[in-house]
Structure formats: C-alpha cells, structure tokens
C-alpha cells in the first residue's frame, strides 16, 4: 500500500552568500527529489535571507533526513520543514489577456469581482491581472481564463510562507547562540583572569 505524496515546505535560512542555492539543489537532485517552487528574500532578521521551497514526498522520513543535510552546509544558518497545516501561504500569478477578448466577454469590473483581481494594466492591447492565492485558485483562474478568454502570457510566483509561530523560528536559535557565545566569552575572560 503506497502512501499519499505530501507537499513539504522547506525554509532554509542563509547569509546572502555566492553559491547557497547551488549547495542546496545539489541535495534535491542526490535525493531524487523534485523542487516544485523556490522563491528566496531576505527574512525578518537583517542579513538573513529565506529560501521558501516546496517539494513533493511521498515519506516524511525522507525530509526528516533532508533537513539535517542541508543544515551541515557551511553557508547555512538552519532548515525547516512544515506542512501546509503550520503556514500561512500565498502565491501571486500574472495573468495577460487581450483587451478586445476581454471586453467581448464582458466588463473588466465584472472580472475582478467574479475573481477578486487587482488590474495592473490596462491597454488598448492588453489586460494585466494580477491574482493572489493558493495554487488551486491561481490555476483555476488560469483554466477558466484559458478555456473562454485566452491567455496570452501567464506566470506564476514560488510559494511565500510564514509559519503560524509568534516569531521567526530562527530568532530562538540565533538568540539561543548569542547567550552561549556571551557564556563562552565571560568564561575564557575569566580564565585570563585566574591565569594572571
């Protein structure tokens, strides 16, 4: 009996370091593992960059085991791994459609109370939307735009996620390694001291 392929969502945070994304797909691709979005920014903390990834498994063992590997980087700061349960998840896709197929459809306005899109341009040429949401919605308009409308350019963003967490999961362990090295420094100063 094969079991159900989960979506996992890795965060991965890193110093804005050359050759950090490399390092990581690397472990994607030894695992055989496909990553489905990637989108990367800096975080809450400063100098801290966040790599949102998803990817499919069809066991959390195997993500169990990820996590401990990309954490042995060097350029790493630490890695995580969710379920949709734990996020607050969103993606953004761009919709381009031809103003004249539009406006035979029927009104913009109609458009954007029926899917709740923000209208980023609009042409005698073309129509820009602009939709936030999870994957199921952004591809549902894209099908059902598709199927009356047409499209002519579609893109869709990587997931972006915060966990459910009152703070970013990396501020305890940062903080939790600040006080260890404080501890680490008053100890050595005293151990000049006795040596004196």
Request: one cysteine or more; glycine letters at 4%.
């Amino acid at each position: 009996m094969s079991e159900k392929r989960t979506l996992y969502t890795i965060t991965v945070f890193s110093e804005n370091t050359v050759g950090v994304l490399n390092q990581i797909t690397t472990i994607f691709t030894r695992r055989q593992l496909n990553i489905e979005t990637l989108s990367v920014s800096p975080s809450a903390i400063r100098g801290i960059h966040k790599f949102t990834i998803t990817t499919f498994s069809d066991s959390e063992e195997m993500i169990q085991k990820l996590i401990p590997l990309i954490d042995k980087r060097v350029d790493i700061l630490k890695a995580y791994y969710n379920t949709d349960e734990d996020l607050v998840h969103q993606e953004v896709a761009l919709y381009k459609l031809s103003t004249e197929k539009v406006l035979e459809h029927g009104s913009i306005e109609y458009l954007v109370r029926k899917y709740n899109v923000c209208i980023l341009e609009v042409s005698k040429d073309c129509v820009v939307f602009l939709k936030a949401g999870h994957y199921e919605e952004t591809q549902g308009l894209f099908d059902e735009l598709a199927e009356s409308i047409g499209v002519l350019q579609f893109v869709r963003s990587g997931r972006i996620a915060i966990t459910k967490s009152k703070v970013e999961r990396l501020s305890d362990m940062l903080e939790k390694r600040e006080r260890e090295q404080n501890i680490n420094f008053a100890e050595s100063g005293a151990l000049l001291r006795e040596e004196r």
